[in-house]
C-alpha cells in the first residue's frame, strides 16, 4: 500500500465520521445565545447566557492602560489601586447561607462557594476521570457583584461588552490548568512537587510570552506568586492578539494550586477589580 | 462586496452581524466537531459552548473577514479541552450490512476503521486535531498553525507523527501491496 493510497483510506474514514447536516435545533439555540429568547436546548446553559447578558455592567472604557509593574498599588495586585482593596466579606468560613460550586450557570453575589474533594470528585465522575488522589485541599469564594456566570469547565466568567474576562477558578493540577489556562497549553508541566517559583519561571520562559511580571502575594494567607503575562494571537488562545493573563500559584504544602485569569487589554478596570476582590475572598480549609 | 455588507451590518446591529457569521459556520463547525470528537451529540455541545464562547468575545473580532479562523480557533479549544478530559474506552464496533457485491470493499472499510479508531483515539488531542484539519478540513499547515495555535513546524512534527501512528494501524491490519 503506497503512502497516498493509505492517506486516501484515513480520509475516508474521517469522511464517514461526518453526521451531515447540523441538526435544526442547532439553529435554533444560535439564535437564543444571541438574542437572548428562552427555549429548551441546553436550556439550563442557555438561560444562564440569557441570564449573564442581562446583567452585563455597562462600563465607560476609560482608555486605561493596563501596568504591569509589580509593585505599583501593592505587591500581587491585578491592579494598580491607591489603597488595597478590602475582601468583600470578612468571615473566614462558610456561612449558613454557602452553597457547593458546580459550575453551572448564573452565580450569586455575596454567597460563600465552597470547591473541595466532594466537588472536585464529583465533576471528574462526570468528565470520566477517577477522583483526584491524594485528595485536594478544599477552598470558598465569593463574587462581589452579579453578572458572574460559571460553566463546566471550573470558570467563572463575567461579560462586559466588548470585553470579557474569565477567571478559572477550580484549577488542581498542573494539567487541568493547562487545559483551562491559555498559557499554559504548550508548556510542559513540572514536577508535581515543583514549587510555586519553579511553576512561574516555567510559565515565564514560555515560547512567545511577552511582558512577564512576576510578583509575591498572599491568597487565602498562603503564600504565592502572582505571573502577569501578555500573550501574541498565534499562541492560540481564543482571545485576540494581546491577551493579557494572570496566574497565582499557591504553596499549599504538597502541590502548588493554581488560579488563573486572562482578559482582553482595555477591560474595565472594574472588572478586573472583582477578579482581585474573588482572589482576595479565597478561604482554604 | 459581501465583507462589506458585513462591515455595515456589524456598525448598526452587532447581533444580527454576529448571528448572520455564526450561522455561516454552524453547519462546518459541528461536522468538524463531530468528526473530531466521534460523537456528534457531543459535537452539538462543544459547537454550543464554542458559540457562546465565541458571541462574548465577539466585540473583541475587528474584522469580520476573519470570523471563519477565529471562531474555528474557538472551536477547536472547546474540542481540545474535552478531549483532554474524556476517558476513552474505545469500542470496536462491526457494521454487518454491507452488499454481497461490494463485500471486499465493505470489509477493508469495516477493517480499516476497526484499525484507524483504536490509532486515532491513542493519540493527544493535539495530534488528533492536525489529523482532522488536514485530512477531513484539507487545510494548509499554515492555515492548521493558524487555528491551532502552534508554529507551522510543530504542527509538521505533530503530523508527521500521527500520520506514521495511523499508516503503521492500516499496514499491520490491511493487505501489504507494497
New interface residues.
Given amino acids: 500500500?503506497?503512502?497516498s493510497?493509505?492517506?486516501a483510506?484515513?480520509?475516508?474514514?474521517?469522511?464517514?465520521?461526518?453526521?451531515?447536516?447540523?441538526?435544526a435545533s442547532?439553529?435554533d439555540?444560535?439564535?437564543e445565545?444571541?438574542?437572548d429568547q428562552p427555549r429548551s436546548?441546553?436550556s439550563g446553559?442557555a438561560a444562564a447566557?440569557a441570564i449573564a447578558a442581562a446583567a452585563v455592567v455597562v462600563v465607560t472604557l476609560l482608555g486605561y492602560q493596563l501596568l504591569v509593574a509589580p509593585n505599583v498599588g501593592g505587591p500581587g495586585r491585578l491592579l494598580p489601586t491607591a489603597t488595597p482593596t478590602a475582601a468583600p466579606t470578612a468571615t473566614p468560613s462558610p456561612t449558613p447561607d454557602g452553597r457547593s460550586f458546580d459550575g453551572n450557570g448564573p452565580m450569586i453575589p455575596g454567597i460563600r462557594y465552597t470547591y473541595g474533594q466532594a466537588e472536585l470528585a464529583e465533576w471528574r465522575l462526570r468528565?470520566?476521570?477517577p477522583p483526584p488522589s491524594p485528595p485536594v485541599r478544599g477552598f470558598s469564594f465569593v463574587v462581589p457583584t452579579a453578572g458572574w456566570f460559571a460553566?463546566q469547565?471550573q470558570r467563572i466568567?463575567k461579560?462586559a461588552?466588548?470585553?470579557?474576562v474569565e477567571l478559572s477558578i477550580a484549577d488542581y493540577e498542573w494539567?487541568e490548568a493547562g487545559?483551562?489556562t491559555?498559557a499554559l497549553?504548550?508548556l510542559d508541566p513540572p514536577a508535581a512537587d515543583a514549587s510555586s517559583a519553579e511553576v512561574a519561571a516555567a510559565i515565564s520562559l514560555g515560547t512567545g510570552i511577552k511582558d512577564v511580571a512576576v510578583s509575591e502575594t498572599t491568597v487565602g494567607g498562603l503564600p504565592a506568586k502572582v505571573v502577569r503575562i501578555t500573550l501574541p494571537e498565534?499562541?492560540?488562545?481564543?482571545?485576540?492578539d494581546g491577551t493579557v493573563q494572570a496566574i497565582w500559584i499557591v504553596d499549599q504544602g504538597d502541590r502548588p494550586r493554581l488560579f488563573s485569569a486572562g482578559y482582553?487589554p482595555g477591560t474595565a478596570p472594574v472588572i478586573l477589580e472583582e477578579v482581585q476582590q474573588i482572589i482576595d475572598s479565597i478561604r482554604f480549609e | 462586496m459581501a465583507a462589506h455588507f458585513e462591515r455595515t451590518v456589524a456598525a448598526t446591529d452587532e447581533?444580527a452581524a454576529?448571528?448572520r457569521l455564526?450561522?455561516r459556520e454552524?453547519?462546518r463547525a459541528?461536522?468538524l466537531a463531530?468528526?473530531l470528537l466521534?460523537d456528534?451529540v457531543e459535537?452539538?455541545?462543544a459547537?454550543?459552548?464554542a458559540?457562546?464562547?465565541?458571541?462574548?468575545?465577539?466585540?473583541?473580532?475587528?474584522d469580520p473577514d476573519r470570523f471563519e479562523p477565529w471562531f474555528t480557533?474557538?472551536l477547536v479549544?472547546t474540542c481540545?479541552?474535552r478531549l483532554?478530559?474524556?476517558?476513552r474506552h474505545p469500542a470496536v464496533e462491526i457494521d454487518l450490512a454491507w452488499d454481497i457485491g461490494g463485500a471486499r470493499d465493505a470489509y477493508a472499510?469495516v477493517d480499516?476503521?476497526l484499525a484507524?479508531d483504536r490509532a486515532f483515539d491513542s493519540l493527544s488531542p493535539d495530534h488528533r486535531l492536525v489529523?482532522?484539519l488536514r485530512?477531513?478540513a484539507d487545510l494548509s499547515i499554515d492555515e492548521i498553525a493558524?487555528r491551532?495555535?502552534?508554529?507551522a513546524g510543530t504542527v509538521k512534527s505533530r503530523l508527521h507523527h500521527a500520520?506514521r501512528r495511523?499508516?503503521a494501524a492500516?499496514?499491520g491490519e490491511?493487505?501489504?501491496?507494497?
Fill in positions: 500500500m503506497t503512502e493510497e493509505m492517506n483510506r484515513i480520509r475516508r474514514w474521517l469522511a464517514a465520521r461526518d453526521p451531515g447536516e447540523v441538526p442547532m439553529r439555540a444560535l439564535a445565545v444571541v438574542y436546548w441546553r446553559i447566557v468528565h470520566g476521570d460553566d469547565w466568567s461579560t461588552r466588548p470585553h470579557a494539567t487545559n483551562a491559555c497549553r504548550s498565534a499562541f492560540g488562545c481564543d482571545y485576540q482582553d | 447581533r454576529f448571528a455564526a450561522d454552524l453547519d459541528y461536522r463531530a468528526v466521534g456528534p459535537a452539538q455541545d459547537t454550543h459552548d458559540v457562546v464562547a465565541a458571541w462574548r468575545r465577539s466585540g473583541s473580532l475587528h480557533r474557538i479549544n481540545r479541552d483532554r478530559r474524556r476517558r472499510d480499516d476503521r484507524l489529523v482532522v485530512f477531513y493558524q491551532v495555535g502552534a508554529p500520520t495511523l499508516h492500516l499496514v490491511g493487505d501489504l501491496d507494497d
